[in-house]
């Protein structure tokens, strides 16, 4: 949301938390051969620090960040 405001013209948010994180997932056909190559995909992209660094640059709020320990092998 803090984005939102100020791509909207700087529209004034009331402070606060902009929403509680959750983590959630990809659905995927059973079998799926993607799967691993996703998970692959986004380990290196939180691995490398350019998960939190994108985030921080559309100031997405750093609690939503993950860690690697939670993506699923």
């Known amino acids: 949301?803090?984005?939102?405001?100020?791509a909207a013209g700087g529209i004034e948010l009331?402070?606060?938390?902009?929403?509680?994180p959750e983590l959630i997932g990809l659905a995927l056909?059973?079998?799926s051969g993607i799967?691993?190559?996703?998970e692959?995909?986004?380990r290196g992209l939180v691995e490398s620090?350019?998960?939190?660094?994108?985030?921080?640059?559309w100031g997405i709020?750093?609690?939503?960040?993950?860690g690697a320990s939670e993506l699923s092998r």
């Open 61 to 66: 709020p750093e609690q939503t960040n993950i």
């Open 49 to 57: 620090g350019t998960y939190g660094r994108t985030n921080a640059k």
């Open 29 to 31: 056909p059973k079998g």
């Open 14 to 20: 009331a402070p606060g938390a902009d929403f509680q």
């Open 40 to 42: 692959e995909a986004m």
């Open 35 to 38: 799967g691993p190559a996703l």
């Open 1 to 6: 949301m803090d984005y939102q405001g100020k």
